[in-house]
């Protein structure tokens, strides 16, 4: 069995450089990479294309790298909570590729699957097909989208074992699960690491394949992007 564990954080961010493509795991503040995200802001590598559905909140998940103009890019499908984000995407600071959601979820999931790229009908007819092929299959328009070229990977799971094996938990199982094995280098954070053989086989989500490098994380704050309660009755 291959062993995929790393040292830390920062042996699992080893080779990362500038003007790099990356993909993050995460949907608002659920299921992100903390401790990776904190190691690259260290870094102080720029340049960087992000792929991820949003960008965080101002202090925290990839509004910290957006804070530090750390990312020249962002390919994402909602601008969120981020006012950071916002302000310079509209003073053109920032160059944004907005993707409707369902098309960022597959042109992930080509990329792992090893698919140049899928046909969609999400965005025929909308400004999201302009300068793309389109091409009808039985009577309905669908708009080619071309797989992601990712540099590297950066998921978080609950738990997982040395050979790279992972098991999602709750809503973090969201983009995560596709975007692993869709760059290059796949670098998992862990709430758990445990021996290979604990976990049950039939609980995997991702298997080790689509791993490359795997640690435990610490110090996970797992904040919540926008608390709503009900009225008191």
């Given amino acids: 069995m291959i062993n995929k564990q790393v040292a830390g954080v920062d042996e699992a961010i080893k080779g990362i450089a500038d003007n790099m493509t990356c993909m993050f795991g995460g949907f ?24 991820s559905n949003n960008a965080g909140v101002d202090d925290f998940g990839l509004g910290l790298l957006l804070h530090q103009r750390q990312i020249k890019k962002m390919v994402s499908s909602y601008v969120g909570e981020n006012d950071e984000f916002e302000r310079q995407m509209l003073s053109g600071e920032l160059d944004v590729e907005l993707i409707p959601q369902g098309t960022l979820a597959e042109r992930c999931r080509a990329a792992q699957a090893g698919f140049p790229a899928v046909y969609t009908p999400a965005g ?23 797989a992601f070229k990712a540099d590297f990977a950066f998921v978080k799971a609950w738990k997982g074992d040395a050979a790279g094996n992972l098991i999602f938990k709750g809503t ?10 869709a760059a290059k280098i796949t670098v998992a954070e862990v709430e758990e690491l445990v021996p290979v053989g604990e976990l049950n086989p039939n609980h995997i989500h991702i298997p080790g394949i689509f791993v490359q490098r795997i640690f435990q994380g610490e110090k996970y704050e797992k904040r919540i992007e926008q608390r709503t309660v009900r009225k008191r009755e």
């Avoid at 503040?29 to 102080?44: D, F, M, Q, R, Y």
């Avoid at 025929?124 to 071309?146: I, N, P, Q, W």
């Avoid at 973090?172 to 094995?181: H, K, S, T, V």
Wanted: proline letters at 4%; hydrophobic letters at 35%; a negative charge.
């Fill in 28 to 51: 608002g503040l659920s299921g992100i990479p903390e401790n990776a995200i904190a190691a690259l802001v260290k870094s102080g590598v720029k340049g960087l294309t992000c792929i």
């Fill in 124 to 146: 025929y007819g909308t400004e999201v097909a302009e300068g793309k092929e389109t091409r009808e299959f039985d009577g309905k328009m669908y708009v080619l989208e071309h």
């Fill in 172 to 181: 973090a199982r969201n983009f995560n699960p596709n975007m692993c094995g």
